[in-house]
């Protein structure tokens, strides 16, 4: 029987696949129901910055440059109105009726709410949290160098406040993501989540109306995030947990090899139910036992670009039939 366990941030995870942030992780209930269906550790669902400013009614100038007034609705969509005192308390209820790792998770996109709460939420007895840092970058006024900045300030500023490992989740659109990455390493992550699947907007047609996009991957969005592991995994001083298109076991063991230390999963659970992570890692296992090896260790990265006698096919981005067999 292999082994499955792994570390991840320094957490000790039984096995990789991580339940993502999500409505699959707002209660106690939902929690419990992730461990007995064998996750290897949960995020709980975000506390949204708007979510705090609603609360303190000090919104607009503060937030200023990123105000995210559709936030509002994406919160009510999602059943999540949790404040602060019902989140502190999600944490702690959720660690007393668990053994696995429970990771908090802010969503932030300005630096200066978090800091405080952070040390609260590290009180609580999350074993870790995660920054979901999403900032649209709509403002032509603003540099992407601007806005990297405020990234690493967000990360500094809660890295200052606690001692808990901290993993920084971003979305995929960055024009240098191999340096960037380096700075919200160096900033104090001691992860990244690749990639955020942020919220899309749509438009009804006959009412001319904004609606959500539809809210869940499919398999083949694990392409993107699979890419950038295998190209980062070896060159970064913190460890990468994947998201985004996971949907089943030959998804979490590709992002094994490509270097992730862990895997996160949430559109296939929505769409087909928490029995597929045991699904998932009999998959896992049984590879494992096919290919003779006995722990994650001695596969995880085995397929990155640094172990590979041909780094640049991680790096073709254009179809030519000699080289990708299509055009
Ligand atoms: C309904 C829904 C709610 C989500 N809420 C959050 C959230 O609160 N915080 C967060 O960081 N990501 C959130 N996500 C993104 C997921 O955690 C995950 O990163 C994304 O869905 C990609 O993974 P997947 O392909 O396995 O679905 C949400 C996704 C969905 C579908």
């Given at each position: 029987m292999a082994d499955l366990s792994v570390s991840y941030m320094g957490l000790k995870l039984g096995n990789p696949l991580i339940v993502s942030s999500s409505s699959l992780t707002n209660t106690v209930a939902k929690v419990k129901r992730c461990e007995e269906a064998g996750a290897g550790a949960v995020v709980l669902k975000s506390l949204f910055e708007e979510q705090i400013e609603a609360q303190t009614e000090e919104i607009e100038e503060?937030?200023?440059?990123?105000?995210?007034?559709?936030?509002?609705?994406?919160?009510?969509?999602?059943?999540?109105?949790?404040?602060?005192?019902?989140?502190?308390?999600?944490?702690?209820?959720?660690?007393?009726?668990?053994?696995?790792?429970?990771?908090?998770?802010?969503?932030?996109?300005?630096?200066?709410?978090?800091?405080?709460?952070?040390?609260?939420?590290?009180?609580?007895?999350?074993?870790?949290?995660?920054?979901?840092i999403a900032i649209l970058p709509a403002d032509p006024t603003h540099s992407g160098e601007e806005i990297e900045r405020t990234y690493k300030r967000i990360i500094e500023g809660i890295r200052r406040r606690v001692e808990i490992p901290v993993a920084a989740k971003i979305g995929p659109y960055f024009t240098a993501l191999p340096k960037f990455a380096r700075e919200l390493s160096a900033?104090?992550?001691?992860?990244?989540?690749?990639?955020?699947?942020?919220?899309?907007?749509?438009?009804?047609?006959?009412?001319?109306?904004?609606?959500?996009?539809?809210?869940?991957?499919?398999?083949?969005?694990?392409?993107?995030?699979?890419?950038?592991?295998?190209?980062?995994?070896?060159?970064?001083?913190?460890?990468?947990?994947?998201?985004?298109?996971?949907?089943?076991?030959?998804?979490?063991?590709?992002?094994?090899?490509?270097?992730?230390?862990?895997?996160?999963?949430?559109?296939?659970?929505?769409?087909?139910?928490?029995?597929?992570?045991?699904?998932?890692?009999?998959?896992?296992?049984?590879?494992?036992?096919?290919?003779?090896?006995?722990?994650?260790?001695?596969?995880?990265?085995?397929?990155c670009m640094e172990a590979s006698d041909k780094p640049e096919y991680y790096e073709r981005l254009q179809y030519i039939k000699v080289f990708v067999g299509l055009e």
């Open positions: 503060e937030s200023w440059p990123y105000p995210h007034p559709e936030a509002f609705d994406y919160v009510r969509q999602m059943g999540m109105r949790l404040g602060q005192e019902d989140y502190l308390k999600l944490i702690s209820d959720a660690k007393k009726a668990v053994s696995i790792p429970v990771i908090a998770s802010l969503n932030c996109i300005t630096p200066k709410w978090w800091s405080n709460y952070a040390g609260e939420i590290a009180r609580a007895g999350a074993d870790a949290i995660e920054l979901n900033a104090g992550a001691s992860a990244l989540v690749l990639f955020n699947r942020f919220y899309q907007m749509d438009i009804d047609i006959e009412k001319l109306a904004l609606v959500p996009g539809y809210h869940l991957s499919s398999p083949d969005e694990i392409y993107l995030p699979l890419r950038w592991i295998a190209i980062l995994s070896a060159q970064l001083g913190c460890d990468i947990a994947a998201s985004t298109g996971v949907h089943d076991g030959a998804g979490l063991i590709k992002q094994l090899l490509a270097g992730a230390r862990a895997v996160q999963v949430c559109s296939n659970l929505y769409q087909k139910g928490m029995d597929r992570i045991a699904v998932m890692l009999k998959d896992l296992g049984d590879w494992m036992d096919r290919h003779g090896y006995a722990s994650i260790p001695e596969f995880n990265g085995k397929m």
